[in-house]
């Protein structure tokens, strides 16, 4: 089955201590993003990659890393997780020939205290 | 810079009332549009996108017209179930790019009563 798998689905952690949010793919797609979710706000683009190795900030990068060192996965890292980064995070993939259909994750929802 | 602009919400309806859904976007060039539909728990999945100007998308009954004079993609249902109750996310790609910045209203939530 074609999907995006994001883990964990529930994360509480407290400020300061490092969290990665992993994210994985299994339709060789090379287009890969996250996006959190606010209320009000929709969703805003954090970091996106085009390819193996290849990652371009979106519209609220700050406080936030991300990797592509294999095509299927497309971690998300905070290094020093604050409070403002409580919100729900959807990792979604695209491939080069159908860029226009974006597949989500289910969704991680992090609380950070 | 882009953005989209959607229909305050919540909208509540009874079963098989007339829906519109209001979106206006602001953005260079001809950007591609789309409708993204999030059932509860669930992650988002695309409704159904138009790539150029008078481009009608259409899926599961639901209905969008790329306007471009008006700057705006209304999304329309002749007749709701209760079944279509999610948040719906209007959303743009600027053209002439490659793939890039998605950018989403801030969604409309959609309660449809029996």
């Known amino acids: 089955e074609a999907q995006v798998t994001q883990n964990p689905r529930y994360l509480i952690t407290v400020t300061g201590k490092k969290l990665t949010v992993t994210c994985s793919q299994n339709m060789n797609h090379e287009y890969m993003s996250w996006y959190r979710q606010d209320p009000g706000l929709g969703l805003r683009q954090i970091y996106y990659s085009m390819n193996v190795e290849v990652t371009d900030k979106g519209d609220v990068p700050e406080g936030y890393k991300v990797s592509r060192k294999e095509k299927r996965n497309f971690p998300l890292i905070l290094e020093s997780p604050s409070p403002n980064q409580t919100s729900l995070y959807f990792c979604?993939?695209?491939?080069?020939?159908?860029?226009?259909?974006?597949?989500f994750g289910p969704g991680t929802r992090l609380t950070v205290t | 810079g882009n953005s989209v602009t959607q229909m305050e919400g919540p909208v509540t309806l009874s079963e098989e009332a007339f829906l519109t859904i209001n979106c206006t976007y602001t953005a260079t060039g001809y950007p591609s549009l789309f409708w993204y539909v999030q059932y509860p728990g669930e992650g988002l999945q695309l409704l159904l996108k138009?790539?150029?100007?008078?481009d009608k998308g259409s899926n599961k009954g639901f209905e969008a017209t790329y306007r471009k004079e008006t700057t705006s993609f209304h999304l329309e249902k002749g007749s709701v179930q209760v079944s279509d109750s999610a948040v719906y996310f209007c959303?743009?790609?600027?053209?002439?790019?490659?793939?890039?910045?998605?950018?989403f209203g801030q969604g409309t939530i959609l309660t449809v009563h029996p």
């Open positions: 979604a993939s695209s491939s080069a020939t159908r860029q226009l259909e974006q597949y």
């Open positions: 959303a743009l790609r600027p053209g002439g790019t490659s793939y890039g910045k998605l950018t």
């Open positions: 138009a790539t150029k100007a008078d």
